[in-house]
């Protein structure tokens, strides 16, 4: 039997060091331009962020999570062999893997991704989840335009960010991830899903934001580097339909002192959090406090 590994806060391998001393953080640190363009455009991309020793082993258990009698599956809040809506192509996506397997536990603690974090979310941070995604070769789904904050309502104030990580090289061909530039300055737009066509989108969006949204910029990355963006970013990506495959995971962070605003739970097979109150337990642990670390 598995154990939830949800139950520890802070590594549990020797995967990805913690610095010791202060000074051994700035070698993770944004530059002033990375924070400002982040900013301007509402995204950042193409931050190394995993060796290839923690790669392969990341690879290696999600190859193990795609199973769907793995051990630890009850632990995942969502688990979808296959999310895609056309019967033609494949999407595995799943929510709570660091819950599941040592590696992507730890990957939440890795200091390439706490630092960019507080810097541009704030100096203490929650984990909100993260998320599994899948593409096979020659059949993989696509992941529609969206914005993560839309199914995120029920926490506020928007105080989110999320970082995309490739544990493959990400290239058009395969399926990579798009971003529409400036987007995150467009309001909350309605879900029209995750999994359907690219163009289903098209019903929720002025005139303006069509045009824009004819010229989204391929975010092509190397395996090991990420991407930041912000809640309100509209991003998605499209089939895979190449011979390699497009596995990532994505690490949702919170700043401190977010609260739901819903009496139902924000996670399946959580206890709900009161309205009003905080993120704040076992399955929002905080990742990062700087004031701890100055002390």
Not at 63 to 80: K, Q, S, V
Not at 185 to 207: C, F, H, N
Request: proline share 7%; hydrophobic share 35%.
């Amino acid at each position: 039997m598995t154990n939830d590994l949800g139950l520890t806060t802070g590594p549990i391998t020797s995967l990805f060091t913690c610095p010791e001393e202060p000074e051994e953080w700035l070698k993770y640190t944004l530059s002033e331009e990375q924070i400002r363009r982040f900013r301007d455009v509402g995204y950042l991309t193409g931050i190394k962020l995993l060796n290839p020793d923690q790669i392969e082993a990341l690879k290696n258990e999600l190859l193990e999570m795609t199973a769907p009698d793995h051990p630890g599956h009850e632990f995942f809040y969502e688990y979808h062999s296959n999310e895609s809506e056309d019967p033609d192509t494949t999407l595995f996506h799943a929510l709570g893997a660091w819950r599941v397997r040592p590696a992507f536990h730890d990957l939440l603690w890795n200091p390439a991704f706490l630092m960019p974090s507080y810097q541009l979310l704030g100096k203490d941070f929650r984990l909100f989840h993260d998320q599994l995604f899948s593409k096979p070769a020659r059949h993989g789904g696509v992941v529609a335009w969206h914005q993560d904050y839309s199914y995120w309502t029920r926490t506020e104030p928007m105080a989110h960010l999320t970082c995309w990580i490739g544990l493959d090289n990400a290239t058009t061909e395969n399926g990579c991830l798009h971003y529409v530039p400036g987007s995150h300055r467009w309001d909350l737009l309605p879900i029209t899903g995750l999994a359907g066509g690219m163009e289903s989108i098209k019903q929720v969006l002025s005139d303006d934001q069509y045009e824009k949204m004819q010229n989204p910029v391929a975010v092509e990355m190397q395996a090991g580097q990420c991407s930041f963006h912000h809640p309100l970013m509209v991003h998605g990506s499209f089939q895979n339909k190449c011979d390699r495959p497009r596995r990532a995971t994505v690490v949702n962070a919170v700043r401190d002192g977010v609260c739901a605003i819903s009496n139902e739970p924000l996670l399946e097979g959580t206890d709900a959090i009161p309205v009003g109150q905080p993120l704040d337990g076992q399955f929002y642990p905080l990742l990062l406090d700087i004031s701890e670390s100055e002390d």
